[in-house]
């Protein structure tokens, strides 16, 4: 079993930045590719950014270029974003999986990952 405990939300104006980091413990030694989701009020989990063991990462076009996904190892995710909009306000969300097949646009797919945080909120003021 493995616990996801996210930090680093919290409020921030238009065109600023901000870290998350999620901290993984329990039995990390299997861990494949891990990811970050957000969930805005009234509309569904997306995923934002992801990456496998082997470094390969992908995002959703809504973020490219402004937000930036590393892994120190199998227990530390991050995510920097910056240039944030109005538009990334969400409750942020760490994910983890044991396997990650397929093409690497499914670690974005809710339905890859068995481990969840329980999220940190993030929010941009214009």
């Known amino acids: 079993q493995v616990q996801l405990v996210e930090s680093g939300g919290g409020s921030v104006q238009a065109g600023g930045s901000l870290r998350l980091g999620c901290a993984a413990s329990?039995?990390?030694?299997?861990?494949?590719?891990m990811a970050w989701f957000r969930q805005a009020p009234g509309k569904e989990r997306e995923g934002v950014a992801a990456?496998?063991?082997?470094?390969?990462t992908v995002y959703a076009d809504s973020v490219k270029d402004r937000f930036t996904i590393s892994r120190d190892n199998a227990k530390t995710l991050s995510l920097h974003m910056n240039m944030l909009i109005a538009e990334d306000t969400a409750m942020y969300y760490c994910?983890?999986?044991?396997?990650?097949?397929?093409?690497?646009?499914?670690?974005?797919?809710?339905?890859?990952?068995?481990?969840w945080g329980q999220g940190t909120q993030v929010i941009v003021s214009s």
């Open positions: 990456i496998n063991n082997d470094g390969t």
């Open positions: 994910a983890a999986d044991t396997s990650c097949l397929g093409p690497k646009e499914w670690l974005l797919l809710n339905s890859n990952y068995a481990q």
């Open positions: 329990g039995d990390t030694r299997r861990l494949d590719c």
